[in-house]
């Protein structure tokens, strides 16, 4: 498969590449695009130091990008594919983790700073601009004590696990809305669900 993929979505993924890294808490983004192609579908390298795969997503065709640079690199194949398609901004979707969300949670961004993220960075720099849809899934933060850097690096608990598995399953689904339904409807159902778990929980 060449570069000439014809999609009308560019859904990028964030994680480090290789087998070391590959159920660690920085690669959920990989982890949602592994949910979304599902079992079937195949990455391959075509390119631009990434692993693509194509499907129709909500009868809309996608491609899913890995990139393969590490995090902190993923700015130039972000940019490289999104030019190879021709397609505009608003037609990027990059899905990552993030420390300021609980595990369990995740949050749809229209344009927000990298809060740290080197990877969202990465693409920011190259790019030179934070105008593009996210979806951040969150991962926690690191106990008190604990640096950063080993928490994103860290397996996930086996306690941990099923409510990894529904974050997964529901960014999936989020992404699915945001192709089919648009930005504002997405924002709309996802991010209210996570404001309003935040409030029950913290009821007497």
């Given at each position: 498969?060449?570069?000439?993929?014809?999609?009308?979505?560019?859904?990028?993924?964030?994680?480090?590449?290789?087998?070391?890294?590959?159920?660690?808490?920085?690669?959920?983004?990989?982890?949602?695009?592994?949910?979304?192609?599902?079992?079937?579908?195949?990455?391959?390298?075509?390119?631009?130091?990434?692993?693509?795969?194509?499907?129709?997503?909500?009868?809309?065709?996608?491609?899913?990008?890995k990139?393969?640079?590490?995090?902190?690199?993923?700015?130039?194949?972000?940019?490289?594919?999104?030019a190879?398609?021709?397609?505009?901004?608003?037609?990027?979707?990059?899905?990552?983790?993030?420390?300021?969300?609980?595990?369990?949670?995740?949050?749809?961004?229209?344009?927000?700073?990298?809060?740290?993220?080197?990877?969202?960075?990465?693409?920011?720099?190259?790019?030179?601009?934070?105008?593009?849809?996210?979806?951040?899934?969150?991962?926690?933060?690191?106990?008190?004590?604990a640096?950063?850097?080993?928490?994103?690096?860290?397996?996930?608990?086996?306690?941990?696990?099923?409510?990894?598995?529904?974050?997964?399953?529901?960014?999936?689904?989020?992404?699915?809305?945001?192709?089919?339904?648009?930005?504002?409807?997405?924002?709309?159902?996802?991010?209210?669900?996570?404001?309003?778990?935040?409030?029950?929980?913290?009821?007497?």
């Open positions: 498969m060449g570069t000439t993929l014809e999609a009308v979505w560019l859904v990028v993924g964030l994680g480090n590449p290789g087998s070391g890294y590959a159920a660690t808490r920085h690669n959920v983004g990989f982890m949602v695009l592994d949910r979304l192609a599902g079992p079937r579908q195949a990455f391959r390298p075509v390119g631009h130091e990434s692993e693509v795969a194509r499907l129709h997503l909500a009868g809309v065709p996608v491609a899913l990008v990139p393969q640079a590490f995090m902190n690199l993923s700015g130039a194949p972000v940019a490289a594919w999104l190879a398609l021709g397609l505009a901004l608003d037609r990027l979707l990059v899905v990552h983790d993030d420390l300021d969300l609980p595990l369990g949670r995740l949050r749809i961004s229209a344009r927000a700073g990298a809060g740290g993220h080197r990877g969202v960075a990465s693409i920011q720099e190259a790019l030179g601009t934070t105008d593009f849809p996210r979806v951040r899934v969150g991962i926690g933060r690191p106990a008190e004590g640096e950063a850097v080993e928490h994103v690096l860290e397996l996930f608990g086996a306690e941990e696990l099923p409510t990894l598995a529904r974050v997964l399953d529901e960014a999936a689904d989020a992404v699915r809305v945001l192709i089919r339904q648009g930005l504002a409807p997405a924002m709309n159902r996802y991010n209210r669900r996570g404001d309003e778990e935040g409030a029950s929980s913290a009821q007497p």
